[in-house]
């Protein structure tokens, strides 16, 4: 006999506070959705995985399986169900996405699209694998190798806001015509 751990319920006001934030952030990442909920002190890992699972159960949020995570959006009845009680959701909620909001959604965008993964090779050496995806498609790929793990996090962490100049410069220098 297996035993679960108990569960505990989610509060109805957590749940549609995660509602409302992949309503106006878009489909996020766990990770992604903690770092948004963290900043602002909104709630905890647990409290949000517990609001997950429960929205996820109810068909109020999916979750989609991509690269090594989920991605979660609202269903149509996570719609519905904001729509009959967003207003429980507190105002503070609804300040923070609309003075935030649209800055994490263009980061988590930027991340979607501008990807990075750090693998060690047999010699001991780093290999720093880049990436600039647009709809599910790779536009290119970039692998860097590095002597150390802290280079290859530094550069990883660094990719994301440089991602789309890095290819427009090679892009730029690959398609110029020598005089």
């Avoid at 399986?65 to 507190?90: H, I, M, Q, S, W």
Wanted: aromatic share 8%; net charge neutral; hydrophobic share 40%.
């Amino acid at each position: 006999m297996r035993l679960e751990p108990p569960r505990r319920a989610p509060d109805n006001e957590q749940k549609l506070i995660v509602l409302c934030c992949l309503n106006n952030l878009g489909p996020c990442t766990e990770l992604q959705l903690l770092q948004f909920l963290f900043e602002y002190d909104l709630m905890n890992y647990f409290e949000m995985m517990f609001a997950l699972n429960d929205l996820c159960d109810r068909g109020q949020a999916a979750r989609t399986k991509k690269g090594a995570g989920y991605l979660y959006a609202v269903t149509a009845a996570g719609a519905e169900a904001l729509a009959l009680f967003g207003n429980r959701v507190p105002a503070s909620v609804y300040a923070l996405l609309e003075k935030n909001g649209r800055a994490w959604k263009q980061r988590f965008r930027r991340e979607a699209q501008n990807l990075s993964e750090i693998t060690q090779t047999d010699r001991g050496e780093y290999e720093l694998k880049l990436r600039v995806v647009e709809q599910d498609m790779d536009m290119m790929t970039l692998t860097v190798t590095l002597p150390s793990r802290e280079m290859a996090q530094q550069l990883s962490d660094e990719w994301p806001g440089k991602a789309s100049s890095i290819y427009a410069e090679i892009f730029r220098m690959l398609t110029e015509q020598k005089k």
